[in-house]
């Protein structure tokens, strides 16, 4: 059963800087690739940034220069780096897998719970 959990959420103001982590276990499929989801109300779940298992990396637009993602394949983790936030940044995070062959699909992708992180000017 794969699970995987966020953590690193919380409140931070204009211009700083968190980061996320995501725990992964139970991925019965090999060189899983990972990424980042972000959903803030009213809005639908977005792919913020993904990485392959063997660390090719892609952002949205809207992330691009600030976010960085990697990933320790050994430790089943993987990170979110977020800089200079801003708060259209504001949204619940999803760390989300899937198989590497696989395309990214919001009914079809594995998923966490999500953390809240929350940008105040």
């Known amino acids: 059963q794969v699970q995987l959990a966020e953590s690193g959420g919380g409140l931070v103001q204009v211009g700083g800087s968190l980061r996320l982590s995501c725990s992964a276990s139970?991925?019965?499929?090999?060189?899983?690739?990972m990424g980042w989801y972000r959903q803030a109300p009213g809005n639908q779940r977005e792919l913020v940034a993904f990485?392959?298992?063997?660390?090719?990396?892609k952002y949205s637009d809207s992330v691009k220069g600030r976010f960085t993602i990697s990933r320790d394949n050994a430790k089943n983790a993987m990170y979110l780096q977020m800089s200079n936030l801003k708060p259209g940044d504001t949204a619940v995070y999803y760390c989300?897998?899937?198989?590497?062959?696989?395309?990214?699909?919001?009914?079809?992708?594995?998923w966490g719970q999500g953390t809240q992180v929350t940008v105040s000017s």
């Open positions: 990485i392959t298992h063997d660390g090719i990396t």
């Open positions: 989300a897998a899937k198989d590497r062959f696989a395309q990214w699909d919001i009914d079809r992708n594995y």
């Open positions: 139970g991925i019965g499929f090999s060189r899983p690739t």
